[in-house]
């Protein structure tokens, strides 16, 4: 029984050496590869309820985000994609609730909210009027 890595897990490299035998290195994959800030997938949309409309007085925005980012590089993808400076982040992370249907056990998606505040004088127009 022969046990294989899955894809994502490690890239092969193959080199030659001076004797001219290949010597295959396993790298581990880069770990923002996938989630950098020219990548828009960070930022899923912004969260339009109540209180995020009065949080936007203030200037604080809710959006969800990816799950697997961290406030970095949402900030990072923030300024990038609304050309505003973000003082800080603020994250929080939905756990999924477990749920029936018809009688067939469920889970719903864990999902992550990140709240910025941007600095004092600037705002995005995001929410409604």
């Not at 020219?38 to 936007?56: C, D, G, R, V, W």
């Not at 994609?81 to 939905?94: A, C, G, K, L, W």
Request: no cysteine.
């Amino acid at each position: 029984m022969s046990y294989k890595l899955p894809v994502n897990m490690a890239i092969a490299k193959k080199s030659k050496t001076e004797d001219k035998a290949v010597v295959v290195k396993k790298t581990a994959a880069k770990k923002g590869a996938l989630r950098n800030p020219a990548n828009e997938f960070i930022i899923k949309h912004p969260l339009i309820t109540e209180k995020a409309y009065h949080m936007s007085a203030t200037g604080q925005y809710v959006f969800v985000v990816d799950k697997h980012t961290n406030k970095s590089e949402i900030a990072k993808a923030i300024k990038k994609i609304y050309n505003v400076d973000p003082i800080s982040v603020n994250t929080v992370t939905i756990r999924g609730e477990r749920q029936k249907y018809r009688g067939v056990a469920g889970k719903k998606t864990t999902t992550k909210k990140a709240i910025v505040t941007l600095k004092k004088g600037q705002k995005l127009d995001i929410m409604p009027s």
